[in-house]
């Protein structure tokens, strides 16, 4: 029964883990790079994702 409901949590952990990697590699491309606003628009991208 336990391991059931700690499926779900570990599975939302490891999706938040690799969200925050993936800003993080993201937020590292922006700062080394000068970006124009147009450029910066062409790249602004949100996903979502669902469980």
């Not at 937020?27 to 469980?51: G, H, M």
Request: cysteine-free; charged content about 25%.
């Amino acid at each position: 029964m336990i391991v059931k409901l700690t499926e779900p949590m570990t599975l939302i952990a490891q999706k938040i883990q690799t969200s925050i990697s993936v800003n993080n590699e993201q937020i590292k491309t922006l700062s080394d790079t000068r970006l124009t606003r147009e450029d910066v628009l062409r790249n602004l991208y949100v996903q979502r994702e669902s469980l």
